[in-house]
């Protein structure tokens, strides 16, 4: 099933995250899918043949597109009655009023919150464009969608400057009132990696995700989910996470531009172009596009070392936005080490419990 990432402004946003990965492209400058292109796009996702369809309403900052556009999306999506639309958005909430929040309850739009950690790390990075800290301003507005009886899951970036701030961040998140925490080691796509002082190395993410598990024990809440211990969790029972960047799914991923241009996954930024939404008429047209299924089978050729490891099944080389290579070599995932030492890590941690169970 095919999933759209839909960047209705483009990389136009309202805040400067010093690590954003569209920091080398125009955020300042405001740009809107026109209503004549949001229509086309409702006639290309409309030609797949699923009956639910996912959309990801995404950034930039989305809402910058205004209530009028959003009014638009949920009118075409009416259009097309035979379908079943599910509609998420990721926004950093700085915008959301009571409107918003109305006009989400009403038309039963998933929200995520960017929030990344406690107030001291995420103003640490996520700032305005006169440099201070976004935090409260974030806060206000998903309290005011909590009003509205929308509980916002995160996703929590994680960089150089934070790594060593796991347990701060978690339990900040925790006491904010988050349920559903996701978070995303940094690793850009859009500057040169080797000489991105926000790029987080494979040995940093591991210790972060121990200190993160052994929090996340010790609060003994089942009612807090995070991402990527559900999804590890989910290997040691032999399954397959749900998370797209342990599934090898990547292939099944898009984003579409402001202008209507087709690419990979939004992780991946703008390197790989497949086309224009007004050339490639359809999702199957796209399915059977040169370029796309070049850039298919090169994401599917594995390293060496995947070819040899006893979990390739369930990891499928992660994801392909964080892969890294020397000339001439396959890319390997740059978090390999730390997702195998966290796999052993678990295995060990559970089994000690198992036996101080049995002992009890």
């Given amino acids: 099933m095919s999933q759209f990432q839909v960047k209705i402004v483009g990389d136009f946003c309202n805040i400067r995250c010093s690590y954003c990965r569209n920091r080398d492209y125009e955020q300042g400058v405001k740009s809107v899918m026109s209503i004549a292109k949001l229509e086309r796009l409702f006639v290309f996702l409309n030609s797949q043949q699923q009956k639910k369809l996912h959309v990801n309403w995404h950034g930039g900052e989305p809402l910058l597109a205004g209530k009028n556009f959003f009014n638009k999306i949920v009118e075409l999506e009416k259009l097309y009655p035979n379908k079943l639309w599910s509609n998420v958005i990721q926004t950093n909430a700085i915008l959301v009023d009571s409107d918003w929040a109305c ?12 929030v990344d950690g406690s107030e001291k790390t995420h103003d640490g990075d996520r700032i305005c464009a006169t440099g201070k800290g976004t935090y409260q301003k974030v806060m206000r507005g998903v309290n005011i969608l ?56 494979d040995k940093e993410w591991l210790p972060f995700l121990i200190e993160v598990f052994e929090e996340w024990v010790a609060l003994n809440d089942p009612t807090v989910r995070v991402r990527e211990l559900d999804s590890m969790l989910a290997w040691m029972k032999s399954k397959t996470a749900n998370c797209c960047v342990y599934r090898g799914t990547c292939h099944q991923w898009f984003a579409i531009d402001d202008v209507g241009d087709i690419y ?69 995932y740059v978090y390999c080490e730390s997702r195998l030492g966290f796999y052993d890590y678990l295995q060990r941690r559970l089994n000690l419990t198992g036996k101080e169970k049995d002992h009890a």
């Avoid at 006893?310 to 390997?332: D, I, T, Y």
């Fill in 264 to 332: 990979p996954c939004e992780r991946l930024g703008k390197e790989t172009n497949f086309g224009n939404i007004d050339s490639i008429k359809t999702v199957e047209g796209l399915s059977n596009n040169l370029m796309y299924l070049q850039w298919k089978d090169s994401i599917a050729e594995l390293p060496p070392k995947c070819q040899t490891c006893n979990l390739q099944s369930l990891c499928h080389n992660g994801c392909v936005s964080h892969r890294k290579a020397n000339e001439g070599e396959v890319p390997l």
């Fill in 103 to 114: 006009f989400f309850s009403k038309n039963n739009f998933h929200v995520g919150v960017s």
């Fill in 146 to 201: 909590r009003n509205h009886g929308i509980y916002p899951g995160t996703i929590c970036t994680v960089t150089k400057k934070s790594v060593g701030h796991g347990r701060e961040m978690f339990l900040a998140l925790v006491d904010a009132g988050f349920k559903s925490i996701a978070f995303n080691a940094f690793h850009n796509t859009a500057s040169e990696v080797s000489a991105d002082v926000y790029g987080l190395s």
